[in-house]
């Protein structure tokens, strides 16, 4: 069962990520434990964990606030994405049980079947996360997950900084079909290989934007 904390930190990195809370805004504990019907000492603590994966940033004497975007970070956060998305994507074609196949064929679905007329960039950039941490989840090394999702979080919500007002980044989206089919048919090679050019490709496209 969910713990409160857990509750906590799930709503409020969200709204960090797709920024919802905006970069230096600051972060209102009385109103978060309001609206989640929460004490603050969940609240604290999910922003405590949030500090430490540097989405949060606490001034003493001052409070909490959506850490700052960089986009300087963009290239650095880019490299390790570079390097470890592969992997997990081959670790995850790997480890695919059977269990775990409705949840992979549900989220190809959800990217097969995108409408264009009907998504914004936020939906595409939340659904783009969603199925990373899918896969993050397949490799079955909770160490790599916990990397991963943390680089997966600060990539995205600077991708939503540099891509507000730029045309709908469909396509990106669309690259993770095969690499989801590659997973599903425990195709490891293939999986990190797709895997590689998604991250190429949609850095080459971010660095032409910025």
């Known amino acids: 069962m969910e713990s409160l904390a857990d509750l906590a930190y799930r709503v409020i990195a969200d709204r960090l990520i797709m920024l919802d809370i905006r970069p230096n805004e600051s972060i209102n504990e009385s109103q978060l434990s309001k609206e989640m019907q929460m004490g603050r ?84 950039m939340r659904l783009d996360l969603a199925i990373h941490n899918v896969i993050y989840a397949l490799t079955g090394n909770g160490h790599l997950e916990d990397t991963l999702r943390q680089y997966g979080h600060l990539s995205t919500r600077i991708w939503l900084l540099v891509l507000e007002r730029r045309p709908l980044v469909v396509g990106h989206i669309r690259e993770l079909a095969p690499i989801l089919r590659a997973i599903l048919a425990k195709d490891p090679e293939r999986a990190g290989s797709l895997m590689d050019a998604h991250v190429r490709n949609f850095g080459r496209y971010i660095a032409s934007v910025v």
């Open 41 to 124: 000492t969940p609240i604290r603590e999910a922003l405590h964990r949030l500090e430490h994966e540097r989405l949060v940033v606490t001034q003493p004497r001052k409070g909490s606030f959506a850490a700052p975007i960089d986009l300087t970070d963009l290239s650095e956060v880019g490299q390790v994405r570079q390097i470890l998305e592969p992997v997990g994507a081959r670790l995850a074609a790997e480890s695919l049980r059977e269990a775990q196949r409705p949840e992979v064929e549900r989220y190809l679905g959800l990217v097969e079947s995108i409408d264009e007329a009907k998504v914004d960039q936020g939906d595409l």
